[in-house]
C-alpha cells in the first residue's frame, strides 16, 4: 500500500460565505507549487491491519457479485485498501481494470466543478452573489445567483428531462452553449419555480456553473480545471471527456452487460464528465484536507448545509451532499449515476478517512460503501438513513431507481 502525497499551493488571502476578501495570485506564484508534500501521522501497525482487514471484510461481502471498478478507502492519506475487479472491456478478458483505469465519475464530477468556482471566488474573478446574468449574456432568468446554482436552489427545470421533450435533433451533441441558448429561446416553456425558494437537484445549475467557469477564467472548462486541479496535484490519469476521447474512454454497461450507446447528452460538461481514479480522488481528498489549497473559510462554505427549510439529516453545500448526523458530525459525500457509471464519493473530515467505490456496470451497491464509515467515527447514531443501501441516482437521469 502506497501513501498519497499531495502538492499544495498557499493562497495569501481570506474568504467568507458573505463577501470575498481576495487578492488575485501573481502569475509566477500561482504557476509555482510548494514541493513539500504534506504529512499526517503516520497509523500505527495495529491501526493499519484493522482498517485494512475490516475493509477488505467489508468490500467481499458487499461487492462479491456483479461488481467491475476500483475500490479504495484511506486514513489520514494512507491507503489502507485497495481493490480492482473486473475488466475495462466487458468482453475483453486480456484488460483488466488497474489503477490507471479512469472510470466516469457522474455526479461526483460536480465537486471539481463547485470548487473551480470557489478558486475563482478566491481569486478576487467573480462574486458567489452575483447575478449569472452577469456572466452569461441574455441569461433569462432575474435574481438566480451564483450561489444559488451551487447549492441547488435555483428552481431551474434538470435539461436532462425536458430536452428528452423539446423536439431537439438527438443526432446532434448538445452543448453546454446550445443548452443555455435553448433556455434563452424557449424561456417560457421552461419556466422554473421562484429562485431559493426550496433545494431541488438540477444538473441544468452545473452546466451553467461550467460556463460561468469559462468566462471568468478566460480558459476552456477542461483547461481551467487542468491547470488548477489535474496538473498541479499530479492527477494524471484524470480528465474531462470530449467526443474525441470516444475511443479511448472508459465505457459503462448495462447489468445484462450491454455496453449503453452514446448518445447526445453525453457532451454536457460540469453536472458530469469528469474521469478519474480512486487514486486521483485520494490526491484531491487530500487537497481539500490541507488547508493550503482552499483558505478554510471557503471550505466551510463549501460543506455549509443550505437547505434547512425542511427537517432531516440529508442537506446539500456547495457542490457536496452531507449527512447531519444527530450526535454533531457531519459526513461530506457525493453519490453519481450516468449511463452504467455508478460512484460514491465519502469523506469523513473530524477522521481524515476517505472511502471512494466507482463502478461502470451498474452496480447499485456502491451507494452503500458509506456503511463502512462507522469504522472510523461514530456515524451511525441516531442516523436512519445510515443502514439503508443508497440507491440515489444523484438526480441525472429520471430513470426508475433500481429495487433493493
Known amino acids: 500500500m502506497k501513501t498519497i502525497f499531495s502538492y499544495l499551493l498557499p493562497l495569501p ?20 507549487l510548494a514541493s513539500a508534500p504534506v504529512i499526517s501521522p503516520a497509523l500505527s501497525k495495529e491501526d493499519y ?16 457479485r456483479s461488481f467491475n471498478g476500483s475500490v479504495l478507502v484511506a486514513k489520514n492519506g494512507e491507503v489502507v485498501y485497495e481493490r480492482y475487479v473486473g475488466l ?22 460536480k465537486t471539481f466543478t463547485a470548487m473551480a468556482v470557489l478558486k475563482l471566488w478566491e481569486q478576487g474573478k467573480l462574486d458567489i452573489n452575483d447575478d449569472v446574468s452577469k456572466y452569461l449574456q441574455g441569461f433569462p432568468f432575474p435574481g438566480i445567483t451564483i450561489k444559488m446554482l451551487l447549492s441547488q ?25 446550445d443548452l443555455l441558448q435553448y433556455m434563452i429561446t424557449h424561456k417560457a416553456q421552461i419556466q422554473g419555480v421562484t429562485p431559493g425558494k426550496h433545494f431541488e437537484y438540477c444538473n441544468t445549475n452545473y452546466a451553467l456553473l461550467a ?77 481539500l484536507r490541507s488547508g493550503k489549497f482552499f483558505k478554510q473559510t471557503t471550505l466551510d462554505c463549501a460543506y455549509t448545509p ?44 473530524d477522521e481524515g478517512a476517505t472511502i471512494i467505490a466507482l463502478s461502470n456496470n451498474d452496480c447499485t451497491r456502491v ?24 440507491n440515489e441516482h444523484a438526480g441525472m437521469r429520471g430513470e426508475p431507481t433500481p429495487k433493493k
Open 88 to 109: 475495462k472491456k466487458l468482453n475483453d478478458k486480456n484488460d483488466p481494470v488497474n489503477e490507471h483505469t479512469a472510470f466516469h465519475l457522474a455526479s461526483v464530477s
Open 306 to 349: 443550505y437547505s434547512l427549510e425542511k427537517p432531516g439529516q440529508r442537506n446539500y453545500g456547495l457542490g457536496w451532499r452531507m449527512l447531519l448526523i444527530p450526535n454533531g458530525k457531519k459526513l461530506i459525500y457525493h453519490n453519481g449515476w450516468w449511463h452504467g457509471n455508478r460512484t460514491a464519493f465519502v469523506r469523513m473530515i
Open 49 to 64: 491491519h484493522r482498517y485494512s482487514a475490516y475493509s477488505a471484510h467489508f468490500f467481499d461481502s458487499l461487492l462479491s
Open 153 to 177: 436552489r435555483s428552481g431551474l427545470k434538470n435539461y436532462v428531462h425536458y430536452m428528452d421533450q423539446a423536439g431537439w435533433d438527438k443526432k446532434k451533441f448538445l452543448t453546454n452553449q
Open 211 to 287: 460556463l460561468i467557469v469559462e468566462k471568468a477564467s478566460g480558459e476552456t472548462y477542461p483547461q481551467y480545471l487542468s491547470q488548477t486541479f489535474f496538473q498541479p496535484l499530479q492527477m494524471n490519469d484524470t480528465y474531462i471527456f470530449d467526443l474525441s476521447k470516444l475511443q479511448t474512454a472508459t465505457q459503462s454497461y448495462k447489468r445484462n452487460r450491454r455496453q449503453y450507446p452514446i448518445e447526445y447528452l453525453d457532451a454536457v460538461y460540469g453536472d458530469k464528465n469528469v474521469y478519474s481514479t480512486v487514486r486521483d480522488l485520494l490526491k484531491w481528498d487530500n487537497a
Open 367 to 390: 451507494y452503500a460503501s458509506k456503511k463502512l464509515c462507522n469504522l472510523f467515527g461514530d456515524y451511525k447514531q441516531g442516523n436512519e438513513n445510515f443502514d439503508e443501501v443508497d
Open 13 to 32: 488571502f481570506f474568504v467568507a460565505c458573505g463577501q470575498p476578501v481576495a487578492k488575485p495570485l501573481p502569475q509566477q506564484q500561482a504557476d509555482s
